[in-house]
């Protein structure tokens, strides 16, 4: 597993003082906000500030104190280190379920799990094998999803 996983894209510059607008990659802008600190392109910054404004992030990052050192960091992607974040019972980040065996309910291989696409309802699992599969990624469909044994369960409907 990589330890550093990519959480956002600074998209511009906020205020006066250094400000970054950040859209987040993550479940919620506030995962994102709860961080202590964030690395681009391989350097570390401490976040002083963060603040959810509708899907985005404000953040205020130590040694960032200018327009102008705020505007070099425009277009850059922010990663977390994952030792940094505690994940609740069943969660898990999805770059670590691309790339999982996808098997149904009886046991039968459907192929790899290779994309989650972000939809406004809930995300989909973009299963590749013999024929690609979507499977919406709720409980009622995706039965266990269990990173260390490198499989997932899915139950599948007529249709699917």
């Given amino acids: 597993m990589e330890q550093y996983l990519e959480c956002g894209e600074i998209v511009n510059t906020h205020g006066l003082n250094g400000e970054l607008k950040v859209v987040p990659w993550c479940d919620s802008p506030e995962f994102l906000a709860e961080l202590k600190r964030i690395f ?9 500030r963060a603040a959810v404004s509708g899907h985005n992030v404000l953040l205020k990052l130590a040694g960032v104190s200018g327009v102008q050192q705020a ?7 922010l ?6 974040v505690t994940l609740g019972d069943g ?12 098997f149904d309910e009886s046991g039968a291989k459907l192929g790899t799990l ?10 989909v699992f973009v299963i590749s094998g013999e024929r690609e599969i979507l499977v919406p990624n709720v ?6 999803v269990d ?6 369960v899915v139950k599948l409907i007529e249709g699917m």
Avoid: H, Q, W
Avoid at 91 to 102: P, S
Avoid at 114 to 123: F, G, M, S, Y
């Fill in 147 to 152: 990173i260390e044994a490198k499989r997932i």
């Fill in 40 to 48: 681009i392109l391989g350097s570390e910054y401490k976040i002083e």
């Fill in 91 to 102: 969660e898990y980040f999805f770059r670590d379920a691309i790339g999982l065996a996808v």
């Fill in 71 to 77: 505007m070099a960091l425009k277009g850059k992607i």
């Fill in 79 to 84: 990663l977390l280190d994952r030792a940094d």
């Fill in 114 to 123: 290779t994309d989650i696409l972000e939809r406004p309802a809930n995300e």
């Fill in 139 to 144: 409980e009622e469909f995706v039965k266990i």
